[in-house]
Structure formats: structure tokens, C-alpha cells
């Protein structure tokens, strides 16, 4: 008897190139899996359940504008490190890590550009550089758009992501940004000016609790999570549990905290007419 013998089985090789990377994308609220090209063109939501997947800064710029019109400002600002933080990573690593990671300067992109027309300025946090929060550089962009906007008596746009809310890298260098943009769109407001608030999935802290808070007209997408402190940490600091649904854009806005939950394919058409409306009004 042949000790080698035909084997009872056959090993299948895949090769390596028959299943690319990044073809696929797995939803995080309902699991179905996606083809990328399905939900690029679908504005990266889910076509079945209609999660909103987080967009970065470029991407909504482009869902919102006009093709070729937007022009940025302050487009190579960057960070000190006020405080010289130093932590598991020092800030200045942090900021050259994400930098690399996203190929932006910082949290923000800023400018002007039309919207079926209409021109406005508007700003954009990008949630991956250190979770969107504000520090001097974000606060300092959002500040001089909302100033440039107030002079140019147009409307600005402010378009939230932003988990991190404060930078705590920046101590409070960072916290003094949400009174300095605030009291810009102070300024703006005693002008009569128009400044619609954007919130997505998720504007948290500082952020909602300054700038993003505060607009004219508050839109935000469906179950975006907004707030202050995050779910947990007020369960754990109340020791109750929280109603389904808490802090999410549908729970804020029977609660009066907003003023419309807006699908991203609707977005562009819903500023156009907001704008468009008190223009006239
Ligand atoms: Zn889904």
C-alpha cells in the first residue's frame, strides 16, 4: 500500500488578488454589507437602513456646493503647542500623526463657494483629525469665515462633526474658542445675519455646547448623536438609566432642541431654500 497516496481532498489557493481591499463596506447599524461604489453614489448612506456614514470635510464640501466653486481659506494654518502637552503621545506627535493620517492641517476646512448660486461661507470640521475637537486653529478658522461672512453680509454654514469638543492638548487655549466664536456670530447676529447650524453624527462638548448650539436654523442628520457629555458618563454620574433614544437627533428634536432632521441627499436643497427664503423675507 503506497504510503503517499492520493489525497480525499483538494486545497483550493485563493489568490491574493481575487478579493481586493476596499471594495466592500459593512454597515454599522444594520451589518448588510455594501459594495463602496453603491454607497458612494447613495452619498455614502446606507440604502437599506439609511445610516448615515461619517463624510469627511472634502466629501461634504462636495455634496453641498456647486461643482468647481468652493475656494478656501487659511488653508496652511497650523498648531503651536501652547502647553507643551506631554501624555502618552505629546501633542506635537498627535497632530503630525493625523496630519499623515488625513492630509489635512487641522480639524477645519474653511470658505466660500456657491450653493445653486447662492453664494455663502462655510465651514466644515473633519471628525478623524483628533476627533474634530477645537482647538486654536479650528477656532481661529471658524472665527475669521464668520467675520469674513459678517463683512461680506453673507450667510455662513457651519457644518459639525466632532466628538472630542474641546482639544484638551491645548488646555485653555482651547476652551477660550468656543466665547471666540461665539461672539463672532454675536456680531453676525446684530447684523441681521443668517448662520445655519449643521450637526452630524456626533457633535458633542465644547462644540455643541458653543458654536454649533447656536445657529439660526439647527439642522442635523437623522440619529446623529448630539450633546453635551456622552451617554455613558451621565448614566454612570446619575446612576439612571437614559431614555431610548437620548441625544439622538430624533429625541432632540421632539425635544425642541432643533429645528429639522434633514436626509444628506436633501441637505443642499434644504440650505438652498432656508437661505433663499429669508433672503426674501
Ligand atoms: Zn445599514
Known sequence: MALFGKPKYTIVRLKKKEIP??????????????????????????PKCNYHFTLTAYERIETILDKDTFQEYDKDMVSADPIEFKGPKTYKEKLAQDQAATGLKDAVITGEGLINGLNVVLAVTDSRFIMGSMGSVVGEKITRVIENATKSRRPVIIVSGSGGGARMYEGMYSLMQMAKTCAALARHHDEKLLFISVLTNPTMAGVMASFAGIGDVILAEPKALIGFTGPRVIEQTIRQKLPPGFQRSEFLLEHGMIDMIVHRKNLKDTLTKTIDYLNHA
Open 21 to 46: 481591499d476596499g471594495l466592500w463596506t459593512k454597515c454599522e447599524e444594520c451589518s448588510e454589507v455594501l459594495y463602496n461604489k453603491t454607497l458612494e453614489e447613495n452619498l455614502k448612506v446606507c
